[in-house]
């Protein structure tokens, strides 16, 4: 079942200088994506398309058999509710505990005034210490997220998104501010969710060898245009070399 | 070329030292702001201040009015920026790069806030003396727009600098405006907020004698009329006081900011 229905999406901040160019991506449910490119090339650009935190400048995204781009501001922000967000810097917040965090996947749901005054249902602070669980992070439920690592706020992050009962997690270059053992629990984690929950994930990725590992399909963006679209196994040194430029591409392959 | 560089900056730094110099010696001169003769002086005005300007006890007996208007005069300062706090509240959300509700209104905030802000304190007393007349409310509306342009400007850098990652996050999780006010840009900014407000409490019981001078009312009324009767007695004793509650303030907030930071 294609979840996700990108067709020749464009975006420009300035007049002729575009930083998406006619960019068309099909999704299948449970689908495990990466996105690499070089610095600028687009990806976080995209990936904030797809949900609209930056709206377009023309093209259709098609999300869970809606039509993104006709819906009001209501609307949009119920859609996104089925869409988790996953950050480089985390985007916590730092003064609140854990579990609190992990309850603001839930605001979406509410109405203001539930929202405002954190009334929470029994089930959904359960569903909250279940997924802390799950993550390998239920002692820190009480903790402020300041006296976190770095590979702790991350599985706070993905707690939150999940919370939301999301159909698709956008990750934007989840493990770029982590070590590589915390890199390796935190992409463990993202490809549990997606085989066992059946949760699409695109993640946009610096690690070709990440990427590559991981990954159901690779998708190579390079000044906002698309140059790969296959699986890993096919990306080689010479499709490298056409998304990073023959410089960083020789630096990679070792 | 490091050696070129730093010969370059060199010589860069002498010639702003010397247009330094140049700019000091013309105002200077523009002012009527004789050096030499200000040095000359200093040893008649220390003589001075050190024979008139000591507390006898028939100062001391001032001593409980002098407290009174004190304590006003710290009232009306903690009133005024408390309030002026709240209402910069809602005017820096609006003006974050984070909260906007749209650019119109982030600009119209902006340009508000830089109005507001640099209007020195005394000329909102001035302006607002022909207006409200010579009473405490004047005084209260001078401090309260001086501070609250102060307040929207670091609110704004405030909510900037530390939740623009939050808000980012609970937008995109389809929360509403609302509750991201409530749930990451208050807890996130408020302690930081809270040391802005202390600080401006401190620089408005100073700003207050000064208002309070013309607009006559509070310690700085009781100054004015003591030093213009040449009671120097008393007006050190009011001196005095300021100091010792100023710094008496300033403790209590450094204090406070310690534990909520
Ligand atoms: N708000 C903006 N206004 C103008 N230009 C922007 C804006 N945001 C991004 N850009 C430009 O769009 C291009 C793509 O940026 P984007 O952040 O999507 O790249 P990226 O692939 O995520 O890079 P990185 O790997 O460094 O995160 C860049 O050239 C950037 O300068
Ligand atoms: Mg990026």
């Known amino acids: ?254 | 070329m490091i050696t070129g560089e730093y010969r370059s900056n060199k010589k860069q730094l002498t010639i702003f030292l010397l247009l330094l110099i140049v700019v000091m010696l013309a105002s200077a001169s523009f002012t009527e702001f004789n050096f030499i003769y200000s040095i000359q002086t200093l040893p008649k005005a220390f003589t001075w201040i050190i024979s008139n300007l000591f507390i006898t006890e028939q100062a001391l007996e001032k001593l409980p009015s002098v407290m009174d208007k004190l304590i006003e005069t710290v009232f009306l300062s903690i009133t005024s920026t408390t309030t002026a706090g709240v209402s910069a509240l809602f005017l820096a959300l609006l003006g974050s790069e984070a909260t906007k509700v749209n650019d119109f209104f982030a600009k119209l905030s902006r340009v508000i806030a830089s109005v507001y802000r640099n209007i020195p304190i005394v000329a909102w007393a001035l302006i607002l003396l022909l207006s409200f007349g010579q009473n405490a409310l004047t005084g209260y509306f001078a401090l309260f727009l001086a501070t609250f342009g102060f307040l929207v400007r670091a609110f704004i850098e405030t909510i900037d600098e530390t939740s623009s990652g939050s808000v980012e996050a609970l937008q995109a999780s389809g929360a509403t405006y609302f509750q991201i006010v409530m749930k990451a840009v208050i807890p996130e900014c408020l302690p930081q907020m809270m040391s802005w407000i202390l600080y401006m409490i401190e620089t408005n019981i100073r700003s207050s004698t000064l208002v309070g001078i013309l607009t006559g009312t509070g310690i700085g009324f009781m100054f004015d009329l003591y030093y213009k009767n040449m009671n120097y007695e008393v007006v050190t004793l009011i001196t005095l006081s300021i100091v010792i509650v100023v710094i008496g303030i300033e403790l209590i907030s450094n204090y406070v900011r310690r534990v909520i930071l």
Do not use: W
């Open chain 1, 1 to 254: 079942m294609v979840l996700l229905q990108v067709d020749h999406i464009s975006k420009h901040y300035e007049k002729d200088k575009p930083v998406l160019s006619d960019i068309s991506l099909h999704v299948q449910q449970g689908e495990f994506i990466s996105i690499i490119g070089p610095s600028g090339a687009g990806k976080s650009t995209f990936l904030r398309c797809i949900n609209r935190m930056i709206d377009i400048s023309s093209g259709e995204i098609h999300f869970d058999g809606t039509n993104m781009m006709a819906l009001n501001k209501r609307n949009l922000r119920k859609n996104r509710t089925k869409i988790g967000m996953i950050f480089q810097h985390y985007n916590l917040v730092s003064r609140l505990t854990v579990i609190e965090n992990v309850l603001h996947g839930r605001l979406g749901y509410k109405s203001t005034f539930q929202g405002v005054l954190s009334l929470f249902k029994e089930e959904e602070k359960r569903e909250a210490f279940h997924l802390l669980e799950k993550l390998g992070m239920a002692e820190h439920a009480y903790k402020r997220c300041d006296q976190l690592s770095g590979g702790q706020k991350q599985r706070v992050g993905i707690a939150r998104a999940l919370i939301q009962s999301p159909k698709l997690l956008l990750c934007d270059e989840p493990i770029a501010s982590l070590d590589p053992s915390s890199s390796k629990i935190i992409m463990d984690h993202l490809k549990e969710i997606s085989t066992e929950m059946n949760i699409t994930c695109i993640v946009n990725l610096h690690q070709v060898d990440v990427a590559k590992k991981y990954s159901d399909r690779i998708i190579g963006l390079n000044a906002g245009e698309i140059v790969y679209n296959g699986a890993p196994k096919d990306l080689l040194e010479r499709e490298i070399r056409e998304i990073y430029g023959a410089n960083a591409a020789h630096l990679m392959m070792k």
